[in-house]
């Protein structure tokens, strides 16, 4: 129902309706459409926090680093288009100020960040990035980034970017980002 009405016009009834159910059941499991929202946005941050095994202990060297660029790029989109209507929910919740929303947000993205960061200080800790670069600063701004671009891949579309251009040049800045070089394909 998300996919198709705006998250305020989503009422009880309607929910119930297409669950074949009553609203007075749907009342035993959740207190209002947002408290169902809420529990559908929890369990798939459960699944968003496995967007880090794209990152976790992968090589971002030779050829296996575009691997694991294109990988993570490849990850991200297709997590964000299968769950586009709760996470347009959820940056809703979370922009309008919903703690709530927000702490689902960040369990996605959390994840995604500490691996990365982790993955930037492994490569200064042997001397493949410059040291001056702030791991943390760098991985959060590419996770920023992948959820923007990831959130807005219909409007890239719009512009006339085709998926297929979308996915190299997105992968190319995270390589950048993380290695400080350009890939090798």
């Known amino acids: 129902m998300l996919s198709s009405s705006p998250y305020r016009d989503?009422?009880?009834?309607?929910?119930?309706?297409?669950?074949?159910?009553?609203?007075?059941?749907?009342?035993?499991?959740?207190?209002?459409?947002?408290?169902?929202?809420?529990?559908?946005?929890?369990?798939?941050?459960?699944?968003?926090?496995?967007?880090?095994?794209?990152?976790?202990?992968?090589?971002?060297?030779?050829?296996?680093?575009?691997?694991?660029?294109?990988?993570?790029?490849?990850g991200f989109l297709s997590f964000w288009r299968k769950h586009d209507a709760i996470l347009r929910v959820i940056d809703l919740g979370a922009a309008e100020g919903d703690k709530r929303?927000?702490?689902i947000r960040m369990k996605i993205l959390n994840a995604v960040t500490n691996s990365l960061t982790e993955s930037v200080q492994e490569l200064q800790s042997k001397g493949k990035v410059d040291k001056d670069v702030s791991p943390a600063a760098v991985a959060g701004s590419l996770v920023a980034m992948l959820a923007a671009v990831a959130a807005h891949q219909k409007g890239f579309q719009s512009w006339g970017v085709k998926q297929a251009e979308l996915k190299p040049n997105l992968a190319l800045l995270v390589h950048l980002g993380v290695t400080g070089r350009k890939p090798t394909r």
Do not use: C, N
């Open 10 to 74: 989503v009422k009880v009834i309607d929910v119930a309706r297409k669950a074949g159910t009553s609203p007075a059941t749907f009342y035993q499991y959740f207190p209002d459409v947002e408290g169902a929202v809420l529990e559908i946005a929890e369990e798939m941050a459960k699944e968003g926090t496995t967007l880090t095994d794209l990152v976790a202990g992968r090589s971002w060297v030779g050829k296996s680093g575009w691997q694991t660029a294109e990988e993570l790029v490849e």
């Open 101 to 103: 929303f927000y702490k």
